[in-house]
């Protein structure tokens, strides 16, 4: 195959974990050995820290955790997000809920939340440019056309201060508060640092949750050591977690991780039920067992029984109707009163 040929075959895969353009994919291989180059050491301590806030989310956007692609860079990394989703009935904006989930504020006497040492470097149209006191890096959050970091930051803080919290993203220096919470809770704040090659890398393969997962919904939290990944798709699509597997760990353009132990109910006796749930749990770590972390995926599939959006929702969001009818079928009459009863039988309790 004549090389520009091959460019733009793996400008096509590429697109594939970060979600970007393939001409953008294209120009950084041209320029670059690397398919998806790995960040430096105190940039992918950073990505990790706000992946593992991001990762929080439990809204229902147009991509899984509400990111729509990556532009991944050797020292930073943009973080193209999307754009507003419903909660409870009012339009919910992705860049509001971002700088909620990073950037840092302190409860007095009681802990800090966000990315410890988190600060704000920059404001430019859409973008928001991130970094840490000590380690440095840089990650930018480009909002969606028309996004005023500005005055979101502004209202943010007001709203903090009148509720007796304390904003922290703006200070040159590191607070009482963080210094605190750093002694108290250090084994969690360092968490994200220590296993930064696999924030890192999930952050900058993220639109593998998108374009290789059938999963409408997508979540994460940390649990007794484990980076957990809880993935839903809807019953009768097929659960293809052997797929998402492959490319993640892919040995060219994946993470360098192996299985370390699963269980799967793909073929369990209930498992054609749709009044089910069947879950597929698989346990991840790094080829080298010396290197620190394991992520955890959680694939479940969920039938009419169980509480599931209005796939209106996602499309009102933004989401590609291509990817909606991919992963959330339209339900049938019958389902819809088996999902309704539930819901009220539930609702009732």
């Not at 960040?39 to 929080?56: N, Y």
């Not at 989703?85 to 904006?93: K, L, W």
């Not at 997508?218 to 484990?226: A, F, L």
């Not at 793909?266 to 620190?292: E, G, Q, V």
Request: one cysteine or more; charged letters at 25%; hydrophobic letters at 35%.
């Amino acid at each position: 195959m004549p090389a520009k040929g091959r460019i733009a075959q793996r400008a096509r895969i590429r697109k594939t974990f970060t979600g970007e353009s393939a001409q953008h994919a294209q120009e950084q291989l041209l320029s670059s050995a690397e398919l998806i180059p790995a960040a430096t050491d105190r940039q992918a301590a950073l990505e990790s820290q706000v992946m593992l806030s991001l990762g929080g989310g439990r809204e229902y956007w147009a991509h899984p955790l509400g990111i729509a692609s990556v532009l991944p860079f050797k020292n930073r990394i943009i973080i193209i997000l999307d754009g507003a989703t419903q909660s409870y009935g009012q339009p919910f904006e992705m860049n509001l809920h971002a700088a909620q989930l990073v950037l840092p504020y302190a409860e007095p006497e009681i802990q800090v939340n966000g990315v410890i040492g988190l600060r704000v470097s920059g404001m430019s149209g859409r973008d928001l440019s991130l970094t840490h006191l000590e380690r440095g890096g840089e990650v930018i959050l480009r909002g969606v056309k028309g996004t005023r970091w500005h005055e979101i930051l502004s209202e943010l803080k007001d709203n903090y201060r009148e509720a007796g919290l304390v904003p922290l993203w703006h200070l040159d220096k590191q607070s009482r508060h963080e210094i605190d919470h750093e002694n108290a809770y250090r084994k969690i704040v360092n968490y994200g640092t220590v296993i930064s090659w696999l924030g890192s890398g999930l952050l900058r393969r993220v639109a593998l949750w998108h374009t290789a997962s059938t999963a409408y919904t997508t979540s994460s939290w940390k649990s007794d050591g484990d980076w957990v990944f809880e993935l839903d798709s809807y019953y009768g699509i097929g659960n293809d977690h052997g797929k998402f597997l492959s490319l993640l760990m892919d040995a060219k353009w994946g993470i360098d991780l192996k299985v370390e132990k699963y269980t799967c109910e793909c073929k369990a006796p209930w498992s054609s039920s749709p009044y089910h749930m069947k879950a597929c749990y698989y346990y991840l770590t790094n080829r080298d067992s010396s290197i620190p972390g394991r992520l955890q995926l959680r694939f479940r599939t969920l039938g009419p029984a169980y509480e599931v959006q209005d796939r209106e929702q996602f499309l009102e969001a933004g989401a590609e109707p291509s990817w909606v009818d991919r992963v959330y079928p339209a339900l049938r009459k019958d389902e819809k009163a088996s999902t309704q009863s539930s819901l009220v039988s539930r609702r009732s309790k």
